[in-house]
């Protein structure tokens, strides 16, 4: 149980284009889920709190216009890089929390590249 | 706020060597307590997980118990395999801090024959 899925797992992009990230929690609801950054030989720099039905919170740093994020429904959370540029080339990674547990399930990740 | 301090890498060690990787952390309120592992490309996978004092979690030969008089929550391994080379990383989850986790540096271990 508690799977989390991520689509695409990888996707090559030109610079300028805007992606979309699906997050799905495949066996369970999740009423939070967390998006993160992380670049190479690095830790995960947490983006933002997604919440089902309220806007996403943002940590400081992070331009939510850039970084849009929808939790439309207990099991689906999206992030879309708008007008993506090289230097968002990155390992997004999401995680989901059921209800106020103190874990994370995370999903495998996607790796974007942009050219 | 919440921190998570790891012991620094790289970590390179023989097989069937004994591994310890040290995680130290401070944080507000009763945290839970977590190691995952990264393998190259991969995602987080968690390894294993302690919800309060003197817990020990453990799985696949690893284990790590929850100190709380010293803030620690060690990762041991009594005889490592060529595949257990990976980055792990310590981490802790407090409701105080809205279920967000706070995550250490990661310490690559790579294991050779």
């Known amino acids: 149980g508690a799977v989390v899925s991520q689509h695409p797992s990888w996707v090559i992009c030109k610079s300028g284009t805007s992606v979309k990230i699906e997050c799905r929690s495949l066996d369970f609801q999740a009423t939070t889920m967390f998006w993160y950054r992380q670049f190479p030989k690095q830790s995960l720099m947490l983006m933002a709190t997604s919440n089902e039905g309220s806007k996403a919170t943002y940590e400081q740093g992070v331009e939510k216009d850039k970084f849009l994020i929808n939790h439309a429904s207990l099991t689906l959370s999206t992030l879309t890089v708008t007008s993506a540029h090289p230097e968002d080339s990155s390992f997004y990674i999401c995680?989901?929390?059921?209800?106020?547990?103190?874990?994370?399930?995370f999903g495998p990740g996607t790796r974007l590249t942009v050219l | 706020g919440n921190s998570v301090t790891q012991m620094e890498g790289p970590v390179t060690l023989s097989e069937e060597a004994f591994l310890t990787i040290n995680c130290t952390y401070t944080a507000t309120g009763y945290p839970s307590l977590f190691w995952y592992v990264q393998y190259p490309g991969e995602g987080l996978q968690l390894l294993l997980k302690?919800?309060?004092?003197?817990d020990k979690g453990s799985n696949k030969g690893f284990e790590a118990t929850y100190r709380k008089e010293t803030t620690s929550f060690h990762l041991e391994k009594g005889s490592v395999q060529v595949s257990d080379s990976a980055v792990y990383f310590c981490?802790?989850?407090?409701?105080?801090?809205?279920?967000?986790?706070?995550f250490g540096d990661g310490t690559t271990l790579t294991v050779k024959p």
């Open positions: 302690a919800t309060k004092a003197d």
């Open positions: 995680s989901a929390r059921v209800g106020t547990r103190n874990e994370q399930f």
């Open positions: 981490a802790l989850t407090s409701n105080t801090n809205a279920g967000k986790s706070t």
